[in-house]
DNA sequence: AGTAAGTCGAACAGGGGTGTTCAAGTTGTT
DNA sequence: AACAACTTGAACACCCCTGTTCGACTTACT
């Protein structure tokens, strides 16, 4: 039985596979949101009693993966500056990360099958805090449309982000269009009507 | 065992369990993707004995139902007129059939995990057309932007309306505030940026 | 070099889904 | 009324997934 987890520090090839896993389970569920356990060990290049030894379940699994996609994320929007004109921020903030929070978004969409419900909300809130405030600033300021409330903007650009990562996966859309395609359509759709 | 098939008609109750069949299996397949026959048998009042009589396997029945919805939709465009301005048109379609166009695009979903690969692209070709038709025309008069390409926001309008949906399903949006939303939405991002 | 930590495959039990068979009962049709 | 069509639950075999145990093996750490 691995994880003694008292005491003493974990050995470094446990480390390192647990990572594999983490990586492993991101990528497989956000291809197929009910990947199995078998699948994502394989994937992890990693015995399944082994991934049992690090994970007591798949819903343990589930959750670890979507932690660590989430920070990621968070990691990514640290790092950048959404302060200025609220067009451009969110330009920057789709060209820069829009594969990764469509990657997060699919894991979300996993966890919600696999997790209780609400627990996907709790863990799901702050990331996407930015995104909401971003867009509420943009409507504050006039720059964006406010004949439509913000949860619905920021839920089409969830959903616009999700189907372009499904489009690029399923080859109808070249990966290196998508950030254009994405900002043009998000833009024009938050400017409304204008004259 | 039913289905004589040959000869004489079937009987009248074996005809409506058929068509409540279909009918439990579009809704219970927009609801879950992967949702079991016996689910699906025991949303339409019947056994799952009586299901695997009309149909052979799973496989058949998600078939059917897709072929089900997608006739469904067909006949409600059939009754649309698209010729006018591809922006009221646009808006007369979203506004009659976003949900049963988001009804038959989740059944879509459930199909192509369930079925082989082309099989639903098969089935979904004619269906989609009209849209597709629409939104060419719109862009060749001028009405919609052609920065675009037409893939791509056909792929937008699917995917803000199964979007849509799902925020209905979930609570998240009012099902009276949709088409509105929806076409808002969709218009301002089909316009681009003009003056 | 020795020891604890870790990995691995095989094999188990349990659960759920898919199809199938069967025997008994019900119901449409003539 | 009588027959055929139809429905039904129980039970079965099969497969895949989840978790767990076991014993043997390899590897990191000191």
Not at 14 to 19: G, P
């Amino acid at each position: 039985m691995p994880r003694p987890a008292a005491g003493s520090a974990r050995r470094a090839d446990a480390r390192q596979n647990v990572d594999k896993i983490l990586a492993a389970a991101v990528t497989c569920l956000s291809r197929n949101a009910d990947a199995s356990v078998s699948e994502i060990a394989q994937a992890a290049g990693v015995g399944r009693v082994t991934l049992y030894g690090h994970f007591p379940s798949r819903e343990a699994l589930v959750e670890a993966a979507l932690i660590r996609v989430l920070s990621e994320g968070e990691k990514v929007l640290e790092g950048l500056d959404l302060t200025g004109d609220p067009r451009a921020a969110l330009t920057v903030l789709i060209t820069s990360s829009w594969l990764l929070i469509a990657q997060a978004s699919a894991v979300l969409e996993a966890a919600q099958a696999a997790l209780p419900p609400g627990r996907v909300q709790e863990l799901h809130a702050k990331p996407a805090q930015r995104v909401d405030d971003l867009i509420r600033r943009g409507q504050a300021v006039g720059a964006f449309r406010t004949d439509l409330p913000a949860d619905w903007l920021v839920s089409v650009l969830h959903h616009v982000l999700h189907g372009a990562a499904l489009d690029v996966a399923a080859g109808r859309l070249d990966r290196a269009d998508a950030p254009h395609f994405i900002s043009a359509t998000i833009l024009a759709a938050y400017l409304g009507s204008r004259t």
